[in-house]
Structure formats: structure tokens, C-alpha cells
């Protein structure tokens, strides 16, 4: 009787699975999508608390179960760790740059006299029909600077961007603080959403093979972000000696974790910190060789390589999904781009009951 059973089972399974149709996961996708490009901009908090505590979570669950102490405790110890963490960073790096930011924007005709004298050396350009000299194209591009930010419109539109980014921040917190506390009930709250027919499906059948993909891929990760940081010190510290090299590199290499976006406020940051530090052209030459090897490297190597092998995915996949949910998405999209393409290949895999790693080979 039991080895009749064991025989069935499979068979079972396999029309269980094939319950839900195509259709009706096209119209779930397809209804998802929508919604995340509605909601794209209200969704970047609750997507990133919702990342870093599943990056946590088997962290707090070993702890809790190591030290037998309540999984609430041990919740709150991390996120008060996490906490710790970024405030060190923010008190460290913060003060200085915020003193180079300021010493740029009050010295901003300086600083711009200086770069064009390191590029133009002393020749003249012709700007539409007119000839400038390295003062004179500095202050017109002082001018023009000031113009654009004494314009009310825009003046509104950077107070405006700055009262949404802190509130965003503090609005993380809060939802990383609820995640880490209190997943697994999350979890099983939006397990209730699907219908009690089709539970079994999505915990037996698609969360077993979505949970260590995934996991897998937020290592990658964590080892881009350490070699972000690991290869911008090196470059920023020890090759051109920009000041504040340490707090710059932890900056590149955790913006590195979001795509696209990330890097292109970290270099735009320790650049300005270059320029003020040292404006020379042999300077300027050396920084944006520098920013061009990191970002051939991690953007079309490592990143895509490491990214790609963790998660058990081509490279090319990882750069298309990366370069197609920052497009249609925004951050959001380049944040899931890679989760979402996981998840929808192991349901597929799930529900065609075939290897998460593709068809497989026919045998002649």
C-alpha cells in the first residue's frame, strides 16, 4: 500500500502543478507589472527593508536557534546592529564630505577655474562662434549654474527631492525594523492572498526551488558590494590619494548593491571630492581611467559573472534584466529586475515540471 502511494505521488503532484494555466500566470505578471509601474516610486522603500531583511532573515533564524534565545530578541539585536552600523558610517564620512560639498558650492567659480585651466592649458575654445579662455568659460558656466539654481521651479523641485529622500530613509527603517521583526507572519499573511486550492502549490512546489536561487543571488551581492568597496579604495586611496578614500569606498561599494543608479551617485560624489582635492589634468585623466575600469569591470565582468553563477543564470541574462527593469521600473525595476526573472523561471519550472536549469538534452 505504501509503495502504491509512493508511485501515485508523483503523478499527483504533477496534476496539481499543472493546475494553474498559462493564462492565468500571464495575468498575474502581467497585473504585477502594472502595479510595480504605478507604484514605483511609494514601492522603493518596502523594497529595499524587504531585501535586506531576507538577506537576514537565516542569520536571525541561526542565531535564534543557537543561543535558544525568542527570534523577537535576537530581530531587534540585528536591526539595532544594522543600525549601528550605518550611523558609524554617517558620522565618520558625513562631516568631511559635507565640508568638501560645501567648500565646492561656495568656491564653485574657483573650483571651475582650476578644471578648465587643467583641460583647456592656457588655449582658447570657440562656444558657439565665440572665443573663451579658461576664466571666461568658467564664469560663464558659474552663471549659468547659478541661473539654473535660482530658479524658483527648480529650487522647489531639490527642496522637494530632499524632503521625499528623508522621508523615504526614516520610512526604510521603520519597515526594515517590521520585516525583520515579524517576516515569517508577513509571509504567511501573503500566502493567504492565494487561494487554499493552490497553497500547496506555491509552498511545496515553487518556494523550495525560489528560496535558495535567491539566496544565492543576494550573496553575489554582498560579494559585488565588498569588491566595489575593495577595488574604489584602491583605486581612490592608494592610486590617486583622494581624501575620505575609506568612507568614498564603503559608499561605492553599498550603492553598488543598487544598479545603474547606485554607481553613478557614488562616482559622481567622489569626483567632486577629486576635483576639489586636485584639479590638475593629469588628475583628471587618472580619475576617469579609474571610474572607467571600475565600471567595465563590475558592470560587464564581475558583476554579470559573479551575479550569473550564483543564481545559476547567464551573464547576458543579468545585464538585460538589469538594463530592462531600470527602463520600464526605474530603481525598483533594477533593484527586482534579477529576483523577479528567478522567481518566474522557477514557476515555470514548477509548473511545466521541468529542471530549474533548463530543458533537458534529448537523448538520440
Not at 527603517?173 to 501573503?190: D, E, R
Not at 581624501?243 to 544598479?259: D, K, Q, R, Y
Not at 586636485?278 to 583628471?284: P, W
Not at 523561471?345 to 511545466?352: D, E, F, I, Q, R
Request: aromatic content about 8%; hydrophobic content about 55%.
Amino acid at each position: 500500500m505504501n509503495q502504491r502511494a509512493l508511485r501515485t505521488r508523483p503523478q499527483a503532484d504533477h496534476e496539481h502543478v499543472s493546475r494553474i494555466s498559462t493564462g492565468t500566470v500571464l495575468f498575474i505578471i502581467t497585473a504585477t507589472a502594472v502595479t510595480v509601474y504605478e507604484l514605483q516610486l511609494v514601492l522603493i522603500p518596502f523594497v529595499l527593508a524587504g531585501v535586506i531583511s531576507y538577506i537576514c532573515a537565516p542569520a536571525i533564524a541561526w542565531a535564534s536557534a543557537r543561543a535558544h534565545l525568542p527570534r523577537l530578541l535576537v530581530s531587534v539585536v540585528a536591526f539595532l546592529v544594522i543600525l549601528a552600523f550605518g550611523a558609524v558610517i554617517g558620522l565618520l564620512g558625513i562631516p568631511p564630505l559635507a565640508r568638501e560639498m560645501t567648500h565646492t558650492a561656495t568656491d564653485l567659480q574657483g573650483t571651475l577655474n582650476r578644471l578648465a585651466a587643467a583641460l583647456i592649458d592656457g588655449d582658447t575654445v570657440n562656444l558657439l562662434g565665440q572665443p573663451m579662455d579658461s576664466h571666461q568659460l568658467a564664469a560663464g558656466i558659474d552663471q549659468a549654474v547659478r541661473n539654473w539654481i535660482g530658479n524658483a521651479r527648480v529650487l522647489s523641485v531639490i527642496a522637494g527631492s530632499v524632503f521625499v529622500a528623508g522621508f523615504g530613509f526614516l520610512l526604510t527603517l521603520v519597515l526594515l525594523f517590521f520585516f525583520m521583526v515579524s517576516g515569517p507572519s508577513i509571509v504567511q499573511g501573503l500566502l493567504w492572498l492565494v487561494p487554499p486550492g493552490e497553497r500547496p502549490l506555491i509552498e511545496d512546489h515553487i518556494l523550495v526551488q525560489v528560496d535558495p536561487v535567491l539566496r544565492r543571488y543576494f550573496i553575489g551581492v554582498v560579494a559585488v558590494v565588498c569588491f566595489a568597496a575593495a577595488f574604489a579604495y584602491a583605486g581612490l586611496g592608494l592610486l590617486l590619494g583622494v581624501p575620505h578614500a575609506v568612507f568614498l569606498a564603503l559608499i561605492t561599494g553599498l550603492l553598488e548593491a543598487v544598479p545603474v543608479l547606485g554607481p553613478a551617485i557614488a562616482a559622481t560624489l567622489a569626483g567632486l571630492v577629486a576635483i576639489q582635492h586636485n584639479s590638475e589634468f593629469s588628475a583628471i585623466i587618472g580619475y576617469a581611467v579609474y571610474l572607467t575600469a571600475l565600471r567595465l569591470l563590475i558592470d560587464q565582468l564581475f558583476g554579470p559573472v559573479v551575479l550569473g553563477a550564483a543564481s545559476r543564470v547567464h551573464p547576458a541574462l543579468v545585464i538585460f534584466c538589469f538594463l530592462a527593469g531600470g527602463t520600464l521600473f526605474g530603481v525598483v525595476g533594477i533593484i527586482i529586475a534579477v529576483p523577479v526573472a528567478l522567481i518566474i523561471k522557477a514557476t515555470l519550472s514548477a509548473l511545466y515540471d521541468e529542471p530549474a536549469s533548463g530543458l533537458p538534452l534529448r537523448k538520440d
